[in-house]
């Protein structure tokens, strides 16, 4: 049984979504996101300015006269969601932990998605694959796709991105449009990545809380590691310890921003303090672009 109070939430998350859906992104979603080709639809006779190369020769024999064949976008798409849910996605300093932005912007895509016809799936993971749901397109998928997001109990506290990449490989034969939403605090996926944006119309959401990549100066701060429970004391005194691990947390993020590109998957960055809707729409517009 759901408690009430995340009942309440995904209440309040569906009721938000569905107007941004329609308020905000209406439109730049079906725009940006292309189906996997073209399909045949029926023929007709020939038009003067139709494509000589569209011409279905064993009709035209037929008929004495030509005739051409007739394609539609094939439109319906897999939306699959890869969502992070060790124990570093349960921090938060501001309103909400990256987890419960993780659940909204989720949602966003889950209703864009089925606004379109578009069936959407997800796999929650950890060190380890903990959930998979596979693709629907009805609002009671989307919406217990939401309550998982939130209510879910995960197993394990660990980060294992080329793991979740690789199941992914296994249960999602055809191309799929992947949101890959993580804070990325992991290594040794880039491999798995490379062979994921091949096959796959690859995104990387990363949501960061700017209390993990910035400490106070002026105090002795001691850190657990969520995942590991390894602890370290940290004496903020020290300016150049401050600026230390000020240039480590920019060095990775540099580090991760290069291996997106490389291997060609799109890449948003989210920030829990601040609103996600400035960067999915900054990222739906330059995806627009890219296709004109």
């Known amino acids: 049984m759901i408690p009430k109070e995340i009942l309440k939430q995904i ?24 189906g996997q080709g073209m399909e045949f639809s029926e023929v007709r006779e020939y038009q003067p300015g139709d494509e000589v ?30 969502v992070d849910m060790s124990a570093s996605e349960h921090f938060g300093t501001q309103d909400k932990t990256k987890s419960e932005i993780a659940a ?6 889950a209703f864009s ?7 959407v799936g997800m796999i929650i993971f950890t060190d380890t694959v903990e959930k998979y749901i596979p693709p629907k397109k009805t609002i009671t998928h989307i919406l217990r796709i939401i309550s998982e997001i939130l209510y ?8 294992n991105i080329k793991q979740a990449l690789e199941y992914l490989y296994k249960v999602q034969k055809k191309r799929a449009t992947v949101f890959l939403i993580s804070d990325f ?48 004391t940290i004496d903020a005194r020290d300016k150049g310890k401050v600026e230390a691990y000020a240039k480590e947390v920019l060095s990775r993020r540099k580090k991760r921003e290069e291996t997106f590109s490389k291997s060609k998957v799109d890449y948003i960055q989210i920030n ?21």
């Open 104 to 109: 909204e912007i989720a949602s966003i895509l």
């Open 113 to 119: 998605a089925v606004k379109n016809n578009d069936k």
């Open 185 to 232: 605090l992991d290594a040794g996926y880039e491999h798995a990545l490379r062979v994921a944006a091949k096959k796959h119309d690859l995104v990387a959401l990363s949501i960061s809380d700017r209390r993990e990549e910035n400490i106070p100066a002026g105090c002795f701060l001691d850190i657990t590691d969520s995942e590991t429970g390894a602890r370290i």
């Open 11 to 34: 209440k309040r998350i569906q009721i938000r979504a569905g107007r941004l859906v329609n308020d905000v992104f209406a439109g730049q979603y079906s725009s940006v996101f292309k």
């Open 53 to 82: 190369r569209s011409i279905d020769w064993n009709v035209t024999a037929r008929y004495g006269h030509p005739y051409v064949k007739k394609f539609t976008e094939e439109r319906e798409l897999t939306i699959m969601l890869l």
């Open 272 to 292: 829990a303090e601040t609103s996600y809707i400035k960067p999915l729409l900054k990222f739906f517009y330059m995806r627009e672009r890219r296709y004109r």
């Open 152 to 159: 879910y109990k995960p197993r394990q506290k660990g980060t």
